[in-house]
């Protein structure tokens, strides 16, 4: 089972006058990455909300908002008459107010350290908010997360069917590669006759054995046709797995690998045929390597 790295999940909640609502959006990433936005009041619940996210997801960039609102009285900020009236007492000293050419407006005092007191027990309304916006975040999670398993069914059945692609063609290959080798062997064989014949020399039949062995070495392709098969096979059985494990990163190491043995084939046979096969390997592997990008 694969999940995407693309998901959304929200919840929000009430309670009494208070109301709570937070976003969950995801992305592709490499890693896992997580933004957050809080309102100031609940800055210091940010770490613990993100080792929360890291808990449930293992990659992606994970866009964190909440919003919160309070219609009560009680919700008011209380205005600390001392602190207002002091800085009140000390602009009036200064020589442009007490001419006249500038005026004491309280709007910006009210923003000064101080001037301000949180309404009631801060440290009640923290815990409160915490407890209240954890549970918002296991909601926000199973719908990001239920969305990411949803995109990862098709995310498999598209991979399945490049994977199929590659299969047949590869089949192809190596029911066409021993001919294939089987006419080059005797081309060399005519070549190096040729050659002795036309340069008089005298040349032993085990010199000729060997130069024709280290030019087949040269063009077999039978180990790399083994070795993607494998590859193909271990695809199959991480696609297979009924459990979830996060395996974007394998998948993407796995079709590097893939493309390289397609490569190498591609550099030693010379046949039309096969390299035709092989150029159509080559592009849904590409595509296979642009998909698992999305896998978690």
């Not at 035709?276 to 978690?296: H, L, M, P, S, Y």
Request: proline share 3%; glycine share 6%; net charge negative.
């Amino acid at each position: 089972m694969i999940r995407s790295m693309t998901g959304y999940g929200e919840a929000s909640s009430t309670v009494g006058s208070a109301h709570f609502y937070l976003e969950l959006r995801s992305l592709n990433s490499k890693y896992f990455k997580a933004v957050i936005r809080l309102p100031e009041s609940f800055q210091v619940l940010e770490a613990e909300l993100e080792t929360q996210l890291r808990h449930r997801l293992n990659r992606g960039s994970v866009f964190m908002t909440i919003k919160h609102s309070d219609v009560s009285a009680d919700a008011a900020f209380t205005v600390n008459a001392s602190a207002l009236g002091r800085y009140i007492e000390q602009l009036s000293s200064l020589p442009q107010v007490k001419a006249g050419g500038i005026k004491i407006e309280i709007a910006p005092l009210l923003g000064l350290p101080g001037v301000l007191q949180a309404p009631g027990d801060e440290e009640a309304r923290l815990t409160a908010a915490r407890t209240e916006l954890l549970k918002l975040l296991d909601l926000a999670c199973a719908g990001l997360i239920d969305m990411r398993n949803r995109e990862g069914v098709y995310l498999r059945d598209d991979l399945l069917s490049h994977h199929n692609g590659i299969a047949e063609r590869l089949k192809l290959i190596k029911e066409r590669a021993p001919g294939v080798m089987l006419d080059q062997e005797k081309r060399m064989k005519g070549r190096i006759e040729q050659m002795i014949r036309d340069m008089g020399l005298q040349v032993q039949a085990v010199d000729i054995v060997r130069e024709l062995a280290i030019a087949a070495e040269r063009v077999d392709i039978s180990e790399e046709i083994a070795r993607l098969s494998g590859h193909l096979d271990q695809f199959t059985k991480m696609l297979s797995e009924p459990e979830f494990k996060p395996i974007g990163r394998t998948l993407d190491f796995l079709t590097q690998e893939m493309l390289r043995e397609a490569n190498t084939i591609a550099s030693k046979c010379n046949d039309a045929e096969i390299s035709k096969w092989t150029v159509e390997v080559k592009g849904a592997i590409d595509r296979i390597k642009e998909q698992v990008q999305n896998v978690e």
